[in-house]
């Protein structure tokens, strides 16, 4: 472990995806780098968040395809969960990116420190005894989950996703609070795995962020899957009994579950690391930053969940590798956070880049739209999935949005996004031949039908 020598070209503090992305690219660039980690190298995403949670919904996947098997012409009997198993394939995935990870940092020769950081200075962070000098601070503390008030998680009726990714057995019943992309997931999961599921949400669908077509085809997808849904619906009060809980809603309506999950977001951890003292402006928990993720204080920036852009890795990511080259001079474009693509890892996926018609109405565009329905896309037939690709583009401009629920569709969301990001007209992309059979043809048919020249739709 270090002993706090320095100055360093650059403290981090927080080694999760903002972090060690930050840490990486400015040690690329020829940097000396310290890397604050008070528990595990990768953080949330890694260890409680995106890929554990895609271990999990990879078996549930298994599970249904089990199930499902004969419709396939396959012999196969699915005999149940084990619980002891898919946590040992989730682990096994998570320890080797871990290591990875690790790895990787050393062979870039970053300085990794092990213990709790607080900020004592503009240019100084505290790690213990040890103070770590850096011409440059990046705060990346990340988040954790938010309840609401009085809601108190016990961890062992009311959960949030932390526990729920320990959990050693398969709930009978589980109230999901929160309809977002991580109560989405649980839900996903849970039911594949033979729960009964309940989604209470407060807007009236669920994944309020996206385009409204694709939370209601998922709603409906959802509710084919036998997963109920209390939409629009405040939730009141919960009781925790012998067996379970007991979930007051606003419309009068009680629901009896083995667990309630509380999803209703992830709150900024900021709170007692000297940010304040040391000047640094912070709003309702979130660290305020300009474009380039500087904070109200010269030479600390921030990056990740601890501001308010897209929780997201991959935006974390980004921020990272921005806020390395901008210390290192480089001048490097602000995010366009539109651009960043979006994925719900649901059966089915709902993924989506850009902007969603209501926002193409604010902005004050003039629009054109097609929505090509998987029913008409043959390798999704196989898969056996139902959804759809919608495309909207500025009336004779390029593309603004494409939205997607379907199974597995997500992948296809990085053509998505290098057509938005590229300013692609409908018809230059129309004009790319698309692999048959593929589901990425869904998002070609929609194209050739928004250039005017429509192969496989009926009207
Ligand atoms: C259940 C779930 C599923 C998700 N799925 C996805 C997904 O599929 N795709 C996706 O893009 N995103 C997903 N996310 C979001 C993603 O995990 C976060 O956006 C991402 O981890 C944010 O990265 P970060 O670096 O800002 O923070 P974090 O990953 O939270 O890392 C912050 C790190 O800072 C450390 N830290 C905090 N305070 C200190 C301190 N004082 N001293 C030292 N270290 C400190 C923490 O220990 C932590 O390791 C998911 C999140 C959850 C909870």
């Known amino acids: 472990m270090a002993d706090g020598s320095g100055p360093y070209d650059i403290v981090v503090l927080g080694g999760g995806s903002g972090g060690y992305a930050c840490a990486l690219r400015a040690a690329e660039l020829g940097k000396t780098v310290a890397l604050i980690e008070k528990d595990k190298i990768g953080g949330t995403c890694l260890h409680r968040g995106c890929i554990p949670t895609k271990t999990l919904l990879h078996s549930a996947e298994v599970a249904d395809e089990t199930r499902e098997s ?111 992309v991580i109560g989405v997931e649980f839900a996903s999961v849970w039911r594949s795995f033979g729960a009964e599921v309940t989604i209470v949400e407060a807007l009236p669908h669920l994944l309020p962020l996206e385009e409204e077509s694709s939370s209601k085809l998922l709603e409906r997808a959802f509710r084919r899957r036998g997963i109920k849904q209390e939409l629009g619906v405040f939730f009141e009060g919960v009781k925790t009994t012998d067996t379970g809980v007991v979930v007051t809603l606003a419309n009068g309506k009680t629901l009896d579950a083995e667990l309630l999950l509380v999803a209703v977001g992830r709150g900024a951890v900021s709170a007692g690391m000297g940010f304040e003292e040391a000047g640094i402006a912070v709003e309702r928990g979130t660290v305020v930053v300009n474009e380039h993720c500087q904070t109200s204080v010269p030479g600390v920036y921030a990056v990740g969940d601890l501001i308010p852009t897209l929780q997201l890795a991959h935006a974390g990511f980004a921020e990272g590798i921005m806020v390395a080259e901008h210390i290192a001079g480089l001048n490097p474009p602000a ?96 004009q790319l031949i698309h692999a048959h059979p593929t589901q990425s043809e869904a998002l070609g048919e929609a194209m050739l039908a928004l250039a005017g020249k429509p192969l496989h739709v009926h009207n």
């Open 70 to 180: 004969a419709a396939f012409g396959v012999k196969a009997r699915f005999e149940g969960i084990d619980m002891e198993g898919v946590h040992a394939f989730k682990d096994k995935i998570v320890t080797r990116a871990w290591k990875g990870v690790q790895g990787l940092l050393k062979s870039k020769g970053i300085t990794i420190v092990e213990g709790e950081g607080r900020l004592v200075g503009p240019t100084r962070v505290a790690v213990g005894n040890d103070v770590y000098e850096g011409r440059n601070i990046v705060l990346a503390t990340g988040s954790a989950p938010r309840s609401l008030p009085g809601l108190e998680i016990d961890g062992e009726r009311i959960i949030s996703s932390e526990h729920a990714l320990k959990l050693d057995r398969v709930p009978s019943s589980v109230v999901v609070l929160g309809g977002g």
């Open 335 to 430: 995010i366009d956070y539109d651009g960043i693509p979006r994925i719900t890892y649901s059966d089915p996926e709902v993924a989506s880049v850009g902007i969603t018609s209501a926002q193409a109405r604010e902005r004050g565009y003039e629009t054109v739209e097609m929505t090509y329905d998987l029913a008409g896309n043959p390798k999704s037939q196989i898969l056996q999935t139902q959804g759809a690709v919608k495309v909207i583009a500025q009336k004779d401009g390029p593309v603004l949005g494409v939205h997607m629920v379907g199974r597995r569709i997500g992948e296809l969301v990085t053509e998505g996004q290098l057509i938005y990001n590229w300013e692609a007209l409908p018809s230059e992309v129309a």
